[in-house]
């Protein structure tokens, strides 16, 4: 007798094993349980291309910009100050802590802009990745933040259009009726091309890490609107001597010895 009281003990254990593994694989239902895979928005350069505040779409100037490293640092460029923040990313979710900003002077305009973006960029914030557009919501939806993923921009080989001009710690607007006239090229063959706003420009151009030092430059002789001839000469005034040049994602910054200069963006 007493095997059979083994034998339905044994059937007994095992049937209590098979409900087990029942039950937990009814519990488990597709990928409940798991967490949601963080949004792969760090290590990228992400071109701000416009934000949201309280219904309002306000379209980015050029230049804004923002990459979030692998520490869960942010910082960008507004088109008119650098800020910097942390964010933790979550699945899906950013939850941004503002920290600094540069006290740049700025055309209105830009200004404006600026302070939406250190706004909507704040807190929690749900992303949204589909190919290489990023877009980050708050979830009362009053907040958002449109982002393209775009490679860096090199020197060498890139037109740049000049957006801004600089005097010192000011940014200030182009003349009026001279946006996005003056392109400059710096070429594989040492030399720089382009237009200053109203006449072709070329000059030898020597560049190291930090600085671009240029020959003699020769221009054409045409006769132009008021502001591009104004800007041609802000502009050349800006390239004579030793220059210093900062690049970051696709914004050029060059400066003479006095702070005079101007910025530029890829394309």
Not at 76 to 82: L, M
Request: hydrophobic residues 35%.
């Amino acid at each position: 007798m007493q095997k059979p009281r083994t034998l339905a003990a044994a059937l007994a254990v095992s049937a209590l094993v098979l409900l087990s593994a029942c039950g937990s694989e009814q519990g488990a239902a597709p990928g409940a349980g798991a967490d949601t895979p963080d949004l792969p928005v760090q290590g990228s350069n992400w071109t701000i291309a416009a934000v949201t505040l309280d219904g309002t779409r306000s379209v980015a100037p050029p230049g804004a910009h923002l990459e979030i490293d692998g520490k869960g640092r942010a910082q960008g460029d507004s088109g008119c100050n650098h800020f910097g923040a942390t964010v933790a990313v979550h699945g899906d979710t950013l939850t941004v802590s503002p920290q600094e900003v540069t006290e740049i002077g700025c055309p209105a305009d830009r200004q404006r802009f600026e302070r939406a973006l250190l706004k909507a960029f704040s807190g929690e914030l749900e992303g949204r990745l589909k190919d290489k557009a990023l877009t980050l919501t708050s979830a009362d939806g009053r907040k958002g933040v449109e982002l393209t993923a775009e490679s860096d921009a090199p020197l060498v080989g890139t037109t740049w259009t000049v957006d801004a001009l600089l005097d010192g710690a000011t940014a200030g607007s182009l003349p009026a009726g001279s946006e996005g006239k003056a392109k400059l090229t710096f070429g594989k063959d040492g030399r720089l091309t382009g237009s200053l706003g109203c006449n072709r420009v070329t000059a030898p151009a020597k560049i190291t890490d930090r600085t671009i030092t240029l020959g003699a430059i020769a221009t054409t002789r045409m006769m132009c609107t008021g502001p591009q001839m104004e800007l041609e000469t802000k502009l050349y005034d800006a390239l004579d001597g030793p220059l210093t040049y900062r690049l970051v994602h696709r914004t050029l910054t060059v400066t003479d010895s006095d702070g005079q200069g101007f910025t530029a963006q890829a394309g």
